[in-house]
């Protein structure tokens, strides 16, 4: 009896591979925008309350303004 599964040498057909290249390049870009994104966005100093009292609010933990 001859099993009736898919031909092996045709599971990567030049539109499967086509298919399967975009995905990844289209991960590859999502993930470089991403790395760049959280490197050239650096947040500017803003007020804060520089006590440490108790019950005074919030405060950053340090400063580097």
């Known amino acids: 009896m001859m099993a009736?599964?898919?031909?092996?040498?045709?599971?990567?057909?030049?539109?499967?591979?086509?298919?399967?290249?975009?995905?990844?390049?289209?991960?590859?870009?999502?993930?470089?925008?991403?790395?760049?994104?959280s490197f050239l966005s650096q947040p500017d100093c803003v007020p804060h309350l520089k006590s440490s009292a108790r019950g005074a609010g919030y405060h950053a933990a340090g400063s580097s303004c």
């Open 4 to 37: 009736t599964g898919a031909d092996p040498k045709r599971f990567w057909t030049p539109r499967a591979m086509a298919v399967a290249i975009a995905i990844l390049a289209l991960f590859i870009v999502a993930n470089t925008h991403l790395l760049a994104v």
